[in-house]
């Protein structure tokens, strides 16, 4: 199940919670977010803990009834796990598969031989960027989050100088690049050409990486100095294992489910017919639940086998590679069910409401309605969907060129400041052993500055095409 469908099946699930005037709801917001932040800064309470009663709060303040505030975080923490959950859980066990075998140090030293010293954040974005383009936000966060936290660790590098480089090339393909959910749900509401779209994406993303990624990471490094989490890094396996998977086939393995989520999005660009038998194969091959599962089976053989490990031993490490997320998956859950909280309690409507009569550009008008959905909901694609459909109107008159430029806009806004609303928030916290004022100094900072940056190039863009 993709992130957009998750997200669209939480929104239908229940019904709104509430009808508060605009004040009192956002009132409601801000006194539900202190909670949370209160809570964990300053009672170190569990943040699992401190997003299940932050959400309580909201639905309190918002004068909703408690059946439906519980109603709406349990249904948007459940759309989030299964949608992100089984994702994590199956990038554990290619993880662990990959450091257990000795794959992780294979490609590891082979990284720190090729590109060391300061070339390695402009490798790291550069390898997020690739990977990136067809995969999900959390599916690459989960195949990358391993190698950047080994890279970090043996090369002696900062954790943010690598890990800023490959969050930004994630979170830049993920806002503004078609296949992804949000961008190709813009490109319908507005009519945009898809191609197009593509081209100038990939247009603002190249600069737009380049600052939020090794350039921004710099000081990234100097305000939050931090070394790469020993719970999330296995102890070096090559040095009691006899023989070790090669670099391609290491490689070719990590690479197999963004291969076939690739091959997805292409055969659905190419095809564009729900009933072929070939975009009904490649539906099924590249969604990420059955891509990374093949990935892990393939891994089985590839990098277990390879490294000499028996079927216990296959067995062992998988199970060994749950422990440590469980943690996570409650978090990253709690997190999507204070999101839910949010929407239903009708913030994007009110957001909506009050931006109809801003009488600036479109293409501005677009960025901030998709910022303020973003900071009020926590959710990229939620910003879009509903941005979308708001200034879809403003098109009609717009050339080609700037019908796409009004997606990315959108896209752009939808990245502003991610805080404790937003899964993605927590699923980087808790990967690199972060506080939350580190995880704002750092991912939040680096998300506005995409958001910035990006809205900023494509204003510019609609001054010369």
Do not use: C
């Amino acid at each position: 199940m993709t992130r957009l469908s998750v997200e669209m099946l939480a929104a239908d699930a229940v019904e709104p919670i509430t009808s508060a005037g605009h004040a009192q709801l956002g009132i409601a917001v801000l006194a539900g977010i202190a909670v949370i932040v209160l809570l964990i800064t300053q009672f170190k309470l569990h943040a699992f803990l401190a997003l299940t009663i932050g959400s309580l709060a909201l639905g309190a303040f918002a004068g909703a009834p408690f059946d439906k505030t519980i109603a709406s975080f349990t249904t948007g923490l459940g759309a989030t796990v299964a949608g992100v959950g089984v994702l994590i859980a199956l990038g554990a066990i290619l993880g662990k598969l990959l450091a257990d075998s000795g794959g992780a140090d294979q490609i590891v030293d082979t990284i720190l031989a090729k590109a060391g010293g300061r070339a390695m954040p402009w490798a790291m974005v550069l390898i997020a960027s690739v990977i990136g383009l067809p995969l999900f936000f959390e599916v690459g966060i989960v195949l990358l989050i391993p190698v950047v936290l080994m890279v970090a660790k043996r090369g002696n590098y900062s954790l943010m100088r690598i890990g800023i480089p490959a969050l930004a090339g994630l979170s830049v393909m993920h806002g503004l690049i078609p296949p992804h959910p949000g961008p190709l749900v813009a490109i319908d509401a507005v009519k945009a050409n898809l191609g197009i779209t593509l081209a100038l994406g990939v247009l603002v993303a190249i600069p737009t990486v380049i600052i939020a990624g090794p350039v921004f990471s710099r000081y990234a490094a100097r305000w939050v100095d931090v070394p790469a989490p020993d719970r999330m890094i296995h102890t070096r396996a090559s040095e009691e294992l006899d023989k070790r998977p090669g670099f391609g086939a290491t490689l070719a393995t990590m690479l197999l489910p963004v291969v076939l989520m690739l091959s997805k999005a292409l055969v659905d660009i190419i095809v564009d017919d729900p009933t072929h038998m070939v975009q009904r194969v490649f539906d099924i091959v590249g969604s990420p639940l059955i891509a990374l599962l093949a990935a892990v089976i393939v891994g089985m053989f590839t990098l277990g086998r390879a490294a000499g490990f028996t079927k216990d031993r296959i067995s062992t490490t998988v199970e060994k590679s749950l422990a440590p997320i469980a943690g996570i998956l409650l978090i990253v859950g709690a997190g999507g069910g204070f999101k839910q909280t949010l929407i239903d309690s009708g913030v994007g409507q009110m957001i909506l409401d009050i931006s109809k009569d801003w009488s600036i550009p479109a293409l501005l008008l677009a960025w901030l309605i998709a910022v303020a959905i973003r900071l009020a909901t926590g959710s990229a694609t939620v910003a879009t969907i509903s941005a979308a459909g708001l200034v879809a109107p403003l098109a009609a008159d717009m050339s080609t060129a700037h019908t796409s430029l009004l997606v990315l806009a959108i896209g752009a806004g939808s990245l502003f400041f991610s805080h404790v609303n937003d899964a993605g928030f927590w699923l980087v916290k808790e990967y690199f052993g972060l506080s939350v004022g580190q995880t704002v100094k750092t991912w939040s900072v680096m998300e506005t500055i995409i958001s910035v940056v990006a809205g900023g190039l494509i204003l510019l863009l609609s001054l010369v095409i």
